[in-house]
């Protein structure tokens, strides 16, 4: 069995290992990896973005399942240039993957399934939306159509900061090309939390839920970022959610895009917002594994994964019970370059990466690769610890205790991640 991971984050990281235990053994591959992966895999030279390389490698290695990480090959189209010659992927179609390539694309969809979601509008002209904004409710959100590596939503909450972010995102194009359309919608209030689920073409299998933490400091402040640490489960999705999420948002996506002709299968995130009522709202659909929510979920798995990506990729072969769940809370926290998210620098030895890992502890890296047998910063998320316990508290402390034997010049992390949860238990 060989089966190649397309990316080289941490959330690339976390897939390769779960897979690389499956019981079958397989020989792992990934394009390109990181110095992480490089101890469970062999990584490629090839980027996550350069399809034609992709498809000659795979052409040649003929990997029995390829796991696409990121968004942009799937929005480039890698899983149909995979199936067309043959071979079984993991991750939507081009089509199907829109949902998250166009913001547009992905309101229309859920506008026309019904499904609770900020009231919009969308423009493709700078003046529309200008005159659009003389009206508008305040506060409202402003966000670039295209892929903008979550950089593209704009929280406004005065009119001239509406105006700024139409003028930023339309006119200056500071999200390039994914600013020729956008929406502008209402802001909602609420809770957020993350919620992956495998699709097969036909059925869908919720995986659990999980929080991220998005603002760079501690209490939710400062810029946002990729994302700076996550726990699973999250409390705010209560046991009397899951059924309405399925339904309301998972299923009515489904049936809506196939009256479009579009088939979906691989991995569904919807980035939910809870508001005091409980109605799950989608702010987003990923077509993808979140980073670092990944780094939360998968730890929880108990037992083989690859059964259920198998079934995935094959279509219509999902059940219930394909994934078996520890009862187990997960926490991770995210070791960043100093400066990041603005500038940050390269190059810097890490130490203590084995001295952080235990039984219950597992360093997922991300911007990291070897040089010359030493592992060195290569990016401004670093690595991830990722912490079992036996509940929240519990995994707090392991990830926390872990993470202190970790070292690098310039080193950042939160100190907060999993507070939110510890306060609605409380
Ligand atoms: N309608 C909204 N109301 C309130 N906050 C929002 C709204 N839409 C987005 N946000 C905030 O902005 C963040 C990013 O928006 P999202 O739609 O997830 O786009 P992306 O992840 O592509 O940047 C969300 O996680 C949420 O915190
Ligand atoms: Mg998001």
Redesign the pocket.
Known sequence: MKILVVGNGGREHALTWKLSTDSTKPEMFCAPGNAGTQEIATNLAIKADEIDKLVSWAMKNKPDLTVIGPEVPLCLGLTDELEAIGLKVFGPSKDAAEL?GS?VFSKEVMEAAGIP??A?KSFSDYDNALKYAETAKI???V?AEG???????I?CETKTELLDAIKLTMLEKAFGAAGNRMLI??????E?ASILALVDGENILMLASSQ?H?RIFDNDQGP?TGGMGAYSPAPIVTDDLWPIIKEDVYQKTLDELKRRGITYKGVLYA?L?IDKNKTP?V??F?CRFGDPETQVVLPRIEGDLLPAFMACAEGSKLTDDIIKWKDEHAVCVVMASGGYPGDYQKGKVIEGIKSAENDKSTVFQAGTKRVDGKIITDGGRVLVVSSLGKDLPDAINNAYSSIKNISFEGAFYRKDIGSKGLKRNA
Do not use: H
């Not at 892929?147 to 939503?153: D, H, I, P, Y």
């Not at 919608?185 to 609420?190: R, Y």
């Open positions: 998250e913001k979601t900020a919009s506060p409202c959100v966000k892929l903008a590596a979550g950089k593209g939503v929280i919608e209402d802001f909602l209030e609420g957020e991220d998005k946002n980035g917002m709202y702010l987003e990923n």
